[in-house]
């Protein structure tokens, strides 16, 4: 049995300086991480390897191709490693552990994000707590998928969103109760994942192929045409108001995404709430977007949405299977109506 875990540094406030230009990402944080970690847990002899991103970055630079090259990066270690722990920032944190989660369908072993709010050079740092509980829960616990854990919380990474952009508490898991506390003891709770086989698989992706945008008071046809118009857009996440519901009485806009939808873009419909789900049924501002061929989101998260497009997408051509792929819970990212 391997007991050493493999850390993943991509860059984020966990391992920043500050600079000339605010904090930025450097080279070389394990020597400061193993230092800081020594003095942590003395007697732990905690076995870890590191590696880090060729380019560290601010993770608002992260590109679909970053999640090529993590999952990439933890198929080829896989058998030699106890589990993952994965460094990155948080502004696009949950978008990479979504990502992580569809490419690394079938997990046997935990791969966990985490970060924080604060460096772990700064005197007062959440970085500290974060990065050894998620070593801990990486090397020790029975965990079988993609998680993110921060602030005392392990969430399923595909349901989890950045929810406060200055407090400890970045993260939430809106629909979906957390995996686990951490207090002065770990409890974690058993949620079952839809069985699948393992498929570990690290895609290439068209970076322009799913786009998104906001429904907003007063949006024209003419402005989504003009998006949709793009010939290497592939799928598009509208995120509607409520339940799913749309301004019906632009006909207009109706025609374009009607006209979307027929020229194989897939659309899908998550809810512009931060919680519950979409119910195209229920309002007639809704069933126009199903008449429209626009799939239902159910409870998935923007970031869920989103990269479970991109995944799909790279692995069919045909739009009707990927319509009939994003509705299903493939890893646990969406619930079922009962
Ligand atoms: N801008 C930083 C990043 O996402 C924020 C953080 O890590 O907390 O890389």
Not at 85 to 108: E, N, P, Q, Y
Not at 131 to 136: D, P
Not at 158 to 185: H, Y
């Amino acid at each position: 049995m391997v007991s050493r875990i493999l850390l993943i540094y991509t860059g984020g406030t966990i391992g920043m300086i500050r600079s000339d230009e605010g904090y930025v990402p450097t080279k070389g944080f394990e020597s400061l991480l193993r230092q800081r970690l020594e003095a942590a847990m003395p007697s732990d002899n905690f076995e870890f390897d590191y590696v880090e991103f060729e380019e560290l970055i601010d993770s608002a630079n992260i590109q679909p191709y970053h999640w090529t090259a993590l999952a990439e990066l933890i198929r080829h270690n896989y058998r030699n490693y106890a589990g993952f722990v994965v460094l990155h920032g948080t502004d696009t944190m949950a978008f990479t552990a979504s990502a992580l989660s569809f490419m690394l369908r079938g997990l046997d072993k935990p791969v966990i994000l985490t970060g924080s709010q604060i460096p772990l050079t700064e005197l007062r740092n959440d970085a500290k707590d974060n990065l050894i509980t998620a070593m801990l829960l990486a090397r020790d616990y029975p965990i079988h998928e993609v998680c993110l854990y921060f602030n005392g919380r392990l969430m399923r990474g595909n349901r989890t969103t950045k929810a406060n952009a200055t407090g400890f508490e970045a993260f939430d898991s809106p629909n979906f109760p957390d995996l686990g506390q951490v207090g002065i003891d770990i409890h974690l709770q058993q949620q079952p994942l839809p069985p699948t086989r393992q498929m570990l698989s690290a895609p290439l992706f068209e970076p322009h192929a799913v786009v998104a945008l906001k429904l907003f008071p007063g949006i024209s046809a003419d402005f989504v045409s003009r998006v949709l118009a793009d010939a290497r857009i592939r799928a598009f996440v509208m995120s509607s108001f409520g339940v799913g519901n749309m301004p019906h009485q632009n006909k207009a806009l109706v025609a374009a995404l009607t006209d979307a939808s027929q020229r194989g873009v897939v659309i899908v419909n998550i809810t512009q709430c931060m919680r519950g789900r979409v119910s195209q049924e229920t309002y007639a501002t809704g069933r126009v977007l199903h008449d429209a061929g626009v799939v239902s989101g159910a409870d998935m998260t923007f970031e869920a949405a989103f990269t479970k497009l991109h995944v799909l997408l790279a692995e069919t051509p045909h739009p009707e299977q990927v319509r009939q792929q994003v509705a299903q819970n493939l890893c646990g990212e969406l619930s079922l109506p009962h």
